[in-house]
């Protein structure tokens, strides 16, 4: 079973930077799908940005232009790098894993629904202070 690690979050001042990482226990799968999502205290938990194993990356409105998504398949790591956070950004960041996936162009987009990621990590808060 895939397991995923997730690490780098912490607290910040806003317009601070912090990078998140995504570690997977295995390199099973060529093709795959990972997304991170993050939870606010009595909200629901949000999409943020996906990328998949042939480099396509996707981001929420709300992040884009701020957030970069990266990968080492050799460390089997994904990277989540967050600048010019704002407070909005606070909340618990997660990684998940889809194997088997890969976006085509507006055909079949990263997926955003929770529902569509098999495999999920323990989460890491992030916290940005005004």
């Known amino acids: 079973e895939e397991v995923l690690v997730e690490s780098g979050g912490g607290s910040v001042q806003a317009g601070g930077s912090l990078t998140l990482s995504c570690r997977t226990s295995n390199k099973i799968y060529s093709r795959w799908c990972m997304a991170w999502f993050r939870q606010a205290p009595g909200k629901e938990r949000e999409w943020v940005a996906g990328i998949d194993s042939a480099g396509t990356t996707r981001y929420a409105e709300s992040v884009k232009g701020r957030f970069a998504l990266s990968k080492d398949d050799a460390k089997n790591t994904r990277y989540l790098q967050m600048n010019r956070l704002k407070p909005d950004d606070t909340g618990v960041y997660y990684c998940?894993?889809?194997?088997?996936?890969?976006?085509?162009?507006?055909?079949?987009?990263?997926?955003?629904?929770?529902?569509?990621?098999?495999?999920w990590g323990q989460g890491t808060q992030v916290t940005v202070s005004s």
């Open positions: 998940a894993a889809e194997p088997g996936f890969v976006a085509m162009g507006s055909v079949r987009p990263i997926p955003t629904s929770p529902d569509d990621y098999a495999y």
